[in-house]
């Protein structure tokens, strides 16, 4: 669990945190837009997929994506809450169509479809039990306010208006504070971590990167032994390289000869080690992120642009463990409540959305009583997914 939580710096966010496994995302070939005569089906567990991003954006401005218990989503709506997710940065100018923006926008599209369905779940089980938010709630939603405000770069005037009116604002802040209390009631402080619980994990993670860094010494003093017996000619280097393997420390790699041009040697040490050897040189020891390596220059081939110069040369390479990131106390609590949340939270919001039922525009229903339907079409499709959930069972 802590090398999962630490060994890479990770933003974590309440809701992405519960709509994960929420969300699915199935690629087809197929680049068109559906027509809208077309049931499009989605397996049951699958809200989102490039199909019914794509159809969405054939749809009128008020016309239901989606369906959470009595909260709908429309399309303007939806749109409004990618631009939100996507940024200034992102809605600054017009818009180019290239992989990358089409690729963001895609992965703000689901986040936004599955945030809205937790949201929504969690906004009907508050009706349900009948919460009210407290002074505290809405002030801490006002300042989540003023916080997107200034990421968006906007007046709050401004963004009330973006939000549809200074009552489109209220609900919101209002559907914040009652989240925040609904999550209070639920869970209380199951999510609260100590000073002590967080220095135990930094401890423990200190201890960690001590045996990482010893590790790592062992493995370059190898590769400094190796150099040693290379340089002094005690090791030859024959045709064959399976024969050093019984001669070389254990953990060293002998990658053989290769020959690349210097746009083509991604690390810029390796490159400026290279250019610094004469040809039949050996280097030092290098130190790279994932590895320690020892080169030794065969030849170069100067060129008139200095990228397209080429090195022949061969590698010896020896495992290096990138280490750990240890943030201070307080991120380590953020990160481990946010742990707690993902183990508790998750489920309970999946439930909630079951509990609530999905309804889809076109008739397609994953949740709740079968039989309840959005209209005549959707009947067979709610029979069709009986059918699935029965086969499902049977298995």
Not at 194 to 199: G, K, P, Q
Not at 335 to 343: C, E, F, G, L, P
Request: aromatic share 8%; net charge neutral; proline share 4%.
């Amino acid at each position: 669990m802590i090398k999962n939580m630490i060994k890479a710096h990770f933003k974590t966010f309440l809701f992405f945190m519960l709509c994960m496994g929420v969300v699915g995302c199935r690629k087809r070939a197929a680049t068109e837009s559906p027509k809208t005569d077309e049931q499009l089906t989605l397996q049951p567990g699958v809200y989102m997929t490039n199909d019914v991003a794509r159809y969405y954006k054939t749809l009128p401005p008020d016309g239901v994506l989606v369906q959470v218990g009595g909260r709908k989503l429309t399309q303007l709506e939806f749109q409004s809450l990618v631009d939100e997710r996507l940024g200034p940065q992102f809605n600054v100018g017009p818009r180019q169509k290239t992989r990358e923006t089409e690729r963001k926008e895609l992965e703000a599209m689901n986040y936004v479809f599955a945030n809205f369905m937790t949201r929504a779940a969690m906004l009907e089980e508050s009706e349900a039990r009948g919460i009210v938010p407290t002074e505290n709630d809405l002030k801490a939603a006002d300042n989540y306010i003023n916080t997107l405000c200034r990421r968006l770069r906007l007046k709050r005037d401004v963004y009330a208006e973006h939000l549809g009116g200074q009552g489109a604002l209220e609900r919101r802040l209002k559907e914040e504070a009652t989240l925040k209390a609904l999550l209070r009631e639920k869970f209380g402080d199951a999510f609260e971590v100590s000073d002590r619980e967080a220095a135990a994990l930094k401890a423990e993670l200190e201890r960690l990167r001590a045996e990482t860094e010893a590790t790592n010494r062992v493995f370059a003093a190898r590769l400094e032994t190796l150099r040693a017996r290379l340089v002094a000619g005690e090791l030859k280097i024959g045709d064959d390289p399976k024969a050093l393997a019984g001669d070389m420390p254990q953990g060293i790699d002998y990658d053989g000869e290769e020959n690349r041009a210097a746009e083509e040697i991604n690390h810029p040490r390796q490159l400026a080690t290279l250019a610094r050897l004469e040809p039949g040189a050996w280097s030092e020891v290098v130190e790279l992120e994932n590895s320690f390596d020892l080169y030794r220059l065969i030849a170069v081939k100067p060129a008139v642009e200095a990228e397209q110069t080429e090195y022949t040369f061969i590698t010896f390479s020896a495992p290096r463990e990138a280490g750990w990131d240890i943030p201070g106390i307080d991120r380590l609590k953020h990160d481990i409540s946010m742990n707690k949340r993902r183990d508790q939270q998750v489920p309970w919001a999946r439930e909630l959305i079951r509990k609530a039922g999905v309804l889809y525009p076109n008739g397609i229903k994953l949740f709740g009583d079968p039989d309840r339907v959005v209209d005549e079409q959707s009947e067979s499709m709610a029979k069709q997914i009986q059918k699935l959930d029965k086969a499902r069972r049977d298995r």
